[in-house]
């Protein structure tokens, strides 16, 4: 299995970045695809998740800011980033859960710079 995330980079205070991350679980449609994120220093803490069905939820920081979506048809998760703060400043990294099952990408690195 391999979850392959791309899309970090350095942005400016109020920019905007869009990570993505294909996976190779099968069937993709079973598994909750979620993003985490691991600032300096502190633990790993999810960002956002989404349902086979679509189904979103986000930690409180980024609502409003962050979108997540999937596309089934090409097995491809997706972080939309509006509005960053340096404080979005961490490695992302792309989960699958299904039911015992999970598995990371090998992280994105975003950085804001104020």
């Known amino acids: 299995v391999q979850l392959q995330a791309s899309g970090g980079g350095l942005v400016q205070t109020g920019g905007s970045l869009r990570l993505s991350c294909s996976a190779s679980v099968v069937p993709f449609t079973k598994y909750i695809m979620a993003w985490y994120r691991q600032a300096p220093g502190k633990g790993r803490d999810l960002v956002a998740s989404i349902g086979s069905g679509g189904n979103a939820v986000y930690v409180d920081s980024v609502k409003g800011r962050f979108t997540i979506s999937r596309d089934n048809a090409v097995d491809t998760v997706y972080l939309q980033m509006n509005s960053l703060k340096p404080e979005d400043t961490a490695v992302y990294y792309c989960?699958?859960?299904?039911?015992?099952?999970?598995?990371w990408g090998q992280g994105t690195l975003v950085t804001v710079s104020s």
């Open positions: 989960n699958a859960e299904r039911l015992a099952e999970i598995y």
